[in-house]
Structures are given as structure tokens and as C-alpha cells.
């Protein structure tokens, strides 16, 4: 089992920034890579950015793709999403997800990130 605890969302001003953690538990040397989702109200659940454990490369949405940089902390098993140039668009609750190498199968509660226009 893997558990996963995000933290660092909040109210943010257009333009402003926020790091979001995903802190990691149980059997994380199993996780191949760490997403990062998020759901606005009334819309589907999107991708935005997944990190992989081994080689550390990254994967981003076009939405997203110069604003957001997913970093990971091996010694820490956390996960990083540090987003700059926020948008009221961005407004949604975010989740990381860990995938075994079969999908994501483990998901954090998730945090919420509000920008104000």
C-alpha cells in the first residue's frame, strides 16, 4: 500500500505562485512515477504533471507547460509541483497519484488552489 498526503494549496492572486507537496508512505520504493491532477467544479479530472522516481523525467500538460515544475525529493519521498504565474483558470482541487508501473492506483485527498482574478 502506498498513502499519499498533499499540502500547500490555498488563495492565491492572479499571477502569484504556490508549491504544492505530495508526501509519501508505506511502500513508496513500488512507485514508478507521481502525477499530479486536478478538478475544477463541474469539469473532469485533468492531468497536469508526473515525475518518474528513477531518472527523474517529467511529463506536463500544454496548459500548464512553462508555468508549473514538478520536482521530487527522493531522501523526503515527496513530490513537488511549484506553480508560477497562476491563472484564475487554475483554480481546482489538485491530487497527487501514485503509479506502480499499472496505472495510478493510489491518490492523495487533495488540496485545494483558488485564484482570484
Known amino acids: 500500500q502506498v498513502q499519499l498526503v498533499e499540502s500547500g494549496g490555498g488563495l492565491v492572486q492572479a499571477g502569484g505562485s504556490l508549491r504544492l507537496s505530495c508526501a509519501a508512505s508505506?511502500?513508496?520504493?513500488?512507485?514508478?512515477?507521481t502525477g499530479w491532477f486536478r478538478q475544477a467544479p463541474g469539469k473532469e479530472r485533468e492531468f497536469v504533471a508526473a515525475i518518474r522516481w528513477s531518472g527523474g523525467s517529467t511529463y506536463y500538460a500544454d496548459s500548464v507547460k512553462g508555468r508549473f515544475t514538478i520536482s521530487r525529493d527522493n531522501a523526503k519521498n515527496t513530490v513537488y509541483l511549484q506553480m508560477n504565474s497562476l491563472k484564475p483558470e487554475d483554480t481546482a482541487v489538485y491530487y497527487c497519484?501514485?503509479?506502480?508501473?499499472?496505472?495510478?492506483?493510489?491518490w492523495g485527498q487533495g488540496t485545494q488552489v483558488t485564484v482570484s482574478s
Open positions: 497519484a501514485g503509479d506502480l508501473g499499472i496505472g495510478y492506483l493510489y
Open positions: 508505506g511502500r513508496t520504493f513500488s512507485i514508478y512515477r
